[in-house]
């Protein structure tokens, strides 16, 4: 596997999800890459699902983009029952979080690779909030999420060590992502009420 960066600047790292045949996506776990490749182990209470890998900002997204990078396929020595499945399920188009189409001011202005990944994701997942309107929709918990980011770059700056500012890290990212789908959720909620038959 190559650096998910080469996809596109937005993209960070990758992530593994299951697919059931009528197409939920179940965000299964982060695959970090040690050089080309990576190991993942995970479960799922899914009977039957399918997996793919997506490249992707960050680690907490509830949605798949359509950079497909892996599909998994039945090896002749799988044990257990192997079905076949056709499962259509909903991709996010990569355009959707594209780096190029960010506002000027939300851009960073170099993804510093020499930061540690989890506090790349950490501002990225807050400028991606900030893009579709959380500050306005989710306001209380973006504030919360900002001064988690800023405890995280304090621990950087101090050499907290890795582990404290990992966990800071990956709760803004958390937060960042609830507060998104937040602001998605409240935004589509006039259009809604329009749609809504009116009583005579």
Same mark, same amino acid.
């Given at each position: 596997?190559?650096?998910? +960066?080469?996809?596109?600047?937005?993209?960070?790292?990758? #992530?593994?999800?299951?697919?059931?045949?009528?197409?939920?996506?179940?965000?299964?776990?982060?695959?970090?890459?040690?050089?080309?490749?990576?190991?993942?182990?995970?479960?799922? @209470?899914?009977?039957? *699902?399918?997996? #793919? #890998?997506? %490249?992707?900002?960050?680690?907490?997204?509830?949605?798949?983009?359509?950079?497909?990078?892996?599909?998994?396929? %039945? =090896?002749?020595?799988?044990?257990?029952?192997?079905?076949?499945?056709?499962?259509?399920?909903?991709?996010?188009?990569?355009?959707?979080?594209? *780096?190029? =189409?960010?506002?000027?001011?939300?851009?960073?202005?170099?993804? @510093?690779?020499?930061?540690?990944?989890?506090?790349?994701?950490? !501002?990225?997942?807050?400028?991606? %909030?900030?893009? #579709?309107?959380?500050?306005?929709?989710?306001?209380?918990?973006?504030?919360?999420?900002?001064?988690?980011?800023?405890?995280?770059?304090?621990? *950087?700056?101090?050499?907290?060590?890795?582990?404290?500012?990992?966990?800071?890290?990956?709760?803004?990212?958390? +937060?960042?992502?609830?507060?998104?789908?937040?602001?998605? +959720?409240?935004?589509?909620?006039?259009?809604?009420? +329009?749609?809504?038959? =009116?009583? !005579?």
């Amino acid at each position: 596997m190559i650096p998910p +960066n080469r996809y596109g600047r937005e993209y960070l790292t990758y #992530v593994m999800w299951a697919v059931t045949p009528q197409g939920r996506s179940q965000n299964l776990g982060e695959v970090i890459l040690k050089g080309t490749k990576s190991k993942l182990d995970v479960t799922t @209470d899914l009977q039957t *699902f399918g997996l #793919v #890998v997506t %490249a992707e900002p960050y680690f907490a997204v509830s949605q798949p983009t359509d950079r497909v990078v892996l599909e998994n396929y %039945a =090896r002749p020595d799988t044990r257990g029952r192997v079905e076949e499945i056709t499962a259509q399920y909903e991709l996010l188009d990569k355009n959707y979080l594209a *780096f190029d =189409r960010m506002p000027g001011e939300l851009k960073p202005t170099l993804i @510093d690779t020499s930061l540690p990944l989890d506090l790349q994701q950490a !501002r990225h997942s807050v400028n991606i %909030a900030q893009w #579709v309107g959380a500050d306005r929709y989710a306001p209380d918990l973006m504030s919360h999420t900002r001064d988690l980011l800023h405890q995280a770059e304090e621990y *950087f700056v101090k050499k907290a060590g890795a582990k404290p500012l990992s966990t800071i890290a990956r709760s803004v990212v958390q +937060n960042a992502e609830d507060a998104r789908l937040i602001a998605m +959720n409240r935004k589509q909620e006039p259009a809604k009420q +329009n749609r809504s038959p =009116r009583r !005579r």
